[in-house]
């Protein structure tokens, strides 16, 4: 027998020894802090609690309500406002990111003149004399006003001597506005009730991406085509190329490119013929029959006629949008959706409009063509810039660049870009999180933004409205009377809200107004929507594609949006749902094509254009058409700050100036590219396993008729074994585990679209560190929740699953018994606590964590300043050597028993909501107490005893667990994916298939 101590009771030693050695060399004593016990008469708020300020979010121009909660005056969380009908209370990806616009350290922190830094004093008086000298010949390039913005705007201009305003977004509607004025005489964009069908046929949207208001249109998906009481409705997705909108589809029409809108007029000739409603559509639609169009689209008229048919008989919606569908014939392609719908009956049922009209905001592209024809011919004296970044999202070959040296130009930015980097002028201007402003995304949804905070001190930056009027009573001072800032302006424009709609006092609807977000009425549909017969005079062409090879197609970026996300830390890390890329650009191949042209996954590739070239690391994937490439939007950065500059490509500068013939819209998809080989080395980062489950069950699917059959099914992967032998008394048994609470989660994998929200939000609840792709690349990284995706089928039959996977909070965890210091143990609640302070660093416990849930911290990790105030304090930041994991937000459910005990009762359900759970757009995640046999969670998690009982059922159980063989007895339990048809495997009918 060996003497001594052993290693495993030296680490106990030290941890439990070390604060005693440290105390027992320090001479001076210890002295309390003793608290005031009243409070200061001035003391506002309660140290580390939380206050919730509901504003707008604008990271785009779906405008979502917002839930900003601060703590000691500093914002450190968003969430949805919970009271806003279009978000309900959820955020996208982007949304949980907001919060590092507002604490980005490359802000501009003081005004510059000629890339100088200057007063504010000396700024103001540039700009004034700038817009003095330019009166009349003013251009005003910004976001598209969905609030009071563009009014006062309009009213600026007028105030200063005139001037033009263009509302820019790359992400433009513009074709499908359109056509709906073409199609049914109305200047807004219809409401799309996903909910109301029982087919869906998407045409190329990206609604979960960028189309859209993308948390709503997620929301609605999923309460659609969710596996519910025995039912399942169907999502057919028509296009080049799935992304992460067609990735949820149950069925892919791989059309050829530019194609779609001939399988939609196809569709709809066949509807005619059996249910002629629009007698001028006959002859319109003649030409389109499934027999003619099959050999142009790639599509069998088989296919094409068997949609039709189901598209007629059931309650269906078709859609169509996004950058696939932005080519010369845009506008026809959403004219070819507008008639089947029409065909269908689907007119005021699954697309409908609201009964007021609200015109959108024009962005078509044939505005920045104009403003570059008189930027050239010298007709433009000052371009203001403002939040915009045109010389990044617009296209090379268009000339911006060199067009807007031949003017003066002042950028009103928070932070840097590749536009504000060339301004004459450069004034800081506040974030939405600290300034005023409002939104109308559509009629009686008014949303306020009101300041959450004071301006952060890091930075120089006053409100650009502000800085707008002060120019303008300079300039004039009749300007603007009775108003000094814009919140007087704000507050004058809802006083007019109140007085046409609502009684009583306007300062008590004002502080409603505040308390709520915002007013919110019920919508009301229009009854008189009918197809207009001037669509006949809409001609259709397969779009034309410059150059040669592969249709390139530029495919829209559900973390970058327009390129405005590549400077946010958090979306650079977190992984691409489809590809897992983190930190780069990609070139998406088919396997077969690649093979033709000698191309190996992730090798690096030149991707040639008549306009230009650029180099792209190869991603293999059967969610693209055969004769395309797929690049996303979003990055390439040069001058946007260290987080953006230089990972990945902007593919814009690969694209022609074309446009949509009916609109000037931008066409996106408009020139072929060669894809030729090289020999440089990939350096992309790429967080994927292996792809395939190869039978382990870890996103596990079943289908409709196991569900629904008396007939026992295979359920595919492993099965939990009839006989487990316990290692360990069941702590459910013991009286000190489990009473009241027994913390647990569910995972509707149904739900789940893999928008990785819910990543994103524990990045910004837990004080994650961002470790960047040098360190990412060997595995370092940090986040709490990965959104695991996995390939199931073959060529296109191939189906993609997701599964969010975190700490399990196991009953039988692997992790507990190897600490040897104690560091990681089972909580009576059933958490599987960390105690930071006793962790020496071992990683026993990650070694023994089947599910690979934790993460170690291998350095100290920074947050630049300003960014550590947004660190949340209710959170240990964790230090060099110390394991971390998800813990199910324990400081959230720490104040909610604190906040029962004070009312003498236990935690009730629904009043914790964990970070992911509270911003997933779909309700994936459901969190509660096991303990209690009717909170949702217990239900949800339930299983049916006779399908328990024998496990060749279990397939008719949606209820799993990852691994149950290990018997580590988790918390979360998984509801399987649904799908309406049985799904080969790779090597035919494999394990992990439903079969």
């Known amino acids: 027998m060996k003497k001594g101590l052993s290693r495993r009771n030296l680490f106990k030693f030290m941890a439990i020894g070390g604060t005693t050695a440290v105390a027992a060399g320090c001479e001076q004593k210890p002295e309390k802090i003793i608290p005031a016990l009243i409070p200061p008469v001035d003391f506002e708020y309660m140290p580390n609690t939380g206050y919730q300020y509901m504003t707008t979010c604008r990271e785009c121009d779906a405008a979502c309500g917002m839930m900003i909660t601060a703590r000691e005056y500093r914002a450190q969380k968003a969430e949805g406002n919970p009271n806003h009908p279009h978000n309900q209370g959820a955020l996208c990806a982007r949304g949980q990111a907001s919060l590092q616009t507002l604490y980005n350290p490359e802000r501009h922190a003081r005004p510059t003149s000629g890339g100088n830094n200057v007063s504010w004093e000396d700024a103001q008086s540039e700009f004034v004399n700038l817009v003095q000298q330019s009166a009349?010949?003013?251009?005003?390039?910004?976001?598209?006003?969905?609030?009071?913005?563009?009014?006062?705007?309009?009213?600026?201009?007028?105030?200063?001597?005139?001037?033009?305003?263009?509302?820019?977004?790359?992400?433009?509607?513009?074709?499908?506005?359109?056509?709906?004025?073409?199609?049914?005489?109305?200047?807004?964009?219809?409401?799309?009730?996903?909910?109301?069908?029982?087919?869906?046929?998407?045409?190329?949207?990206?609604?979960?991406?960028?189309?859209?208001?993308?948390?709503?249109?997620?929301?609605?998906?999923?309460?659609?085509?969710?596996?519910?009481?025995?039912?399942?409705?169907?999502?057919?997705?028509?296009?080049?190329?799935?992304?992460?909108?067609?990735?949820?589809?149950?069925?892919?029409?791989?059309?050829?490119?530019?194609?779609?809108?001939?399988?939609?007029?196809?569709?709809?000739?066949?509807?005619?013929?059996?249910?002629?409603?629009?007698?001028?559509?006959?002859?319109?639609l003649s030409p389109y029959s499934p027999e003619l169009v099959a050999g142009e689209t790639g599509i069998s008229a088989e296919k094409i006629q068997t949609l039709a048919e189901e598209f007629h008989q059931a309650s269906s919606l078709a859609v169509a949008g996004g950058t696939w569908n932005s080519s010369e014939q845009a506008t026809a392609t959403h004219i070819a959706v507008f008639i089947l719908n029409?065909?269908?009956?689907?007119?005021?049922?699954?697309?409908?409009?609201?009964?007021?009209?609200?015109?959108?905001?024009?962005?078509?592209?044939?505005?920045?063509?104009?403003?570059?024809?008189?930027?050239?011919?010298g007709k433009v004296k000052l371009l203001i810039v403002d939040d915009s970044n045109p010389l990044h999202t617009l296209p090379a070959s268009l000339g911006f660049a060199q067009a807007m040296k031949k003017t003066k130009v002042v950028a009103l930015a928070a932070g840097k870009n590749e536009t504000n980097q060339q301004a004459t002028l450069v004034l800081p201007a506040l974030t939405a999180y600290e300034s005023w402003g409002d939104a109308i995304p559509s009629p009686g949804i008014f949303s306020i933004q009101q300041p959450v905070m004071a301006p952060v001190n890091t930075f120089d930056a006053r409100a650009r409205e502000d800085v707008m009027i002060a120019a303008a009573k300079q300039i004039n001072p009749q300007a603007f009377a009775e108003i000094t800032n814009y919140r007087d302006y704000i507050y004058e424009r809802w006083a007019q809200v109140h007085q046409s709609r609502y009684f009583g006092p306007f300062e008590n609807f004002w502080i409603k107004t505040l308390e709520n977000g915002g007013v919110f009425e019920a919508p009301r549909w229009s009854s008189a929507i009918s197809l207009q017969n001037e669509v006949t005079s809409v001609a259709y062409q397969v779009p034309s594609l410059g150059g040669s090879g592969l249709a390139l197609i530029p495919a829209p970026s559900v973390f970058h949006f327009d390129g405005s996300g590549a400077n946010k830390p958090w979306l650079q890390e977190t992984p691409h749902p489809i590809s897992q890329i983190v930190w780069d650009s990609w070139a998406e191949l088919h396997p077969?094509?690649?093979?033709?042209?000698?191309?190996?996954?992730?090798?690096?590739?030149?991707?040639?254009?008549?306009?230009?070239?650029?180099?792209?690391?190869?991603?293999?994937?059967?969610?693209?058409?055969?004769?395309?490439?797929?690049?996303?939007?979003?990055?390439?950065?040069?001058?946007?700050?260290?987080?953006?500059?230089?990972?990945?490509?902007?593919?814009?500068?690969?694209?022609?100036?074309?446009?949509?013939?009916?609109?000037?819209?931008l066409a996106f998809v408009s020139t072929k590219a060669e894809v030729v080989p090289t020999a440089i080395k990939s350096y992309t980062v790429n967080l994927d396993g292996n792809p395939r489950q190869l039978g382990r069950d870890i996103a596990a699917a079943t289908t409709v008729a196991a569900l629904t059959s008396d007939k026992a099914g295979h359920g595919g992967g492993h099965h939990r074994p009839k006989e487990i032998v316990e290692f360990y008394p069941d702590r459910s048994e013991t009286a000190t585990y489990y009473k009241p609470y027994r913390w647990g989660m569910t995972v509707d994998l149904d739900r789940c679209n893999g928008c990785s929200a819910c990543v994103v939000a524990c990045y910004a609840e837990n004080n994650i560190p961002v470790v960047g792709k040098e360190r990412?690349?060997?595995?370092?990284?940090?986040?709490?929740?990965?959104?695991?995706?996995?390939?199931?089928?073959?060529?296109?039959?191939?189906?993609?699953?997701?599964?969010?996977?975190?700490?399990?909070?196991?009953?039988?965890?692997?992790?507990?018994?190897?600490?040897?210091?104690?560091?990681?143990?089972?909580?009576?609640?059933?958490?599987?606590?960390?105690?930071?302070?006793?962790?020496?660093?071992?990683?026993?416990?990650?070694?023994?964590?089947?599910?690979?849930?934790?993460?170690?911290?291998?350095?100290?990790?920074?947050?630049?300043?300003?960014?550590d105030q947004q660190l949340n304090s209710s959170i240990t930041t964790r230090a060099v050597g110390v394991m971390e994991k998800c813990n199910f937000c324990v400081h959230r459910l720490t104040e909610a028993k604190y906040a029962a005990r004070d009312l003498d009762r236990d935690v009730q359900d629904g009043e914790v909501v964990t970070a992911c759970q509270q911003t997933c757009p779909t309700k994936a995640i459901t969190f509660g107490n096991l303990a209690d046999p009717n909170s949702k969670v217990s239900q949800l998690a339930k299983r049916k005893p006779d399908l328990l009982a024998d496990p060749d059922k279990e397939n008719r159980d949606r209820q799993y667990e990852i691994f149950p063989e290990m018997n580590y007895k988790p918390a979360v339990t998984y509801l399987r994916k649904v799908n309406h048809k049985e799904v080969a495997g790779l090597y035919g009918n494999e394990h992990g298939a439903a079969h």
Request: aromatic share 10%.
């Open 776 to 867: 990412a690349a060997v595995g370092r990284e940090m986040s709490w929740i990965r959104m695991e995706r996995y390939l199931e089928g073959y060529q296109d039959e191939t189906e993609t699953r997701f599964a969010p996977v975190m700490c399990q909070q196991c009953s039988n965890a692997g992790c507990e018994p190897v600490c040897p210091v104690y560091a990681t143990y089972h909580n009576p609640e059933g958490l599987n606590a960390m105690i930071y302070n006793r962790c020496v660093g071992t990683r026993y416990c990650s070694n023994n964590c089947i599910y690979k849930a934790r993460r170690y911290n291998w350095f100290d990790y920074e947050f630049p300043a300003p960014l």
């Open 342 to 377: 029409a065909a269908a009956g689907n007119l005021g049922k699954t697309l409908r409009f609201h009964e007021s009209e609200q015109p959108s905001e024009d962005t078509s592209h044939s505005q920045i063509l104009q403003l570059l024809s008189d930027l050239n011919a």
């Open 136 to 284: 009349g010949q003013i251009v005003y390039l910004g976001r598209p006003a969905v609030g009071s913005e563009g009014n006062f705007i309009d009213n600026w201009l007028n105030e200063v001597g005139g001037g033009k305003r263009i509302a820019f977004n790359l992400i433009s509607r513009a074709s499908e506005q359109r056509a709906c004025e073409i199609a049914f005489g109305r200047s807004d964009l219809p409401d799309y009730a996903f909910e109301n069908a029982e087919l869906l046929v998407n045409f190329g949207a990206d609604f979960i991406e960028t189309w859209g208001n993308t948390v709503q249109n997620a929301r609605r998906f999923a309460d659609m085509h969710a596996y519910n009481d025995g039912k399942k409705n169907r999502y057919v997705h028509v296009g080049p190329h799935q992304s992460l909108s067609g990735a949820r589809a149950d069925e892919w029409l791989s059309a050829n490119p530019g194609t779609e809108a001939m399988i939609a007029l196809a569709m709809a000739h066949a509807i005619h013929q059996r249910d002629p409603r629009h007698d001028f559509l006959s002859d319109y």
């Open 592 to 665: 077969d094509t690649a093979k033709q042209l000698g191309i190996k996954e992730r090798s690096v590739v030149e991707i040639r254009t008549p306009q230009g070239s650029l180099n792209a690391t190869v991603y293999l994937s059967y969610g693209i058409h055969r004769e395309a490439v797929a690049i996303p939007i979003g990055q390439g950065h040069t001058s946007s700050g260290i987080v953006a500059d230089g990972f990945g490509i902007n593919v814009m500068n690969l694209l022609p100036a074309k446009t949509d013939t009916q609109t000037g819209n």
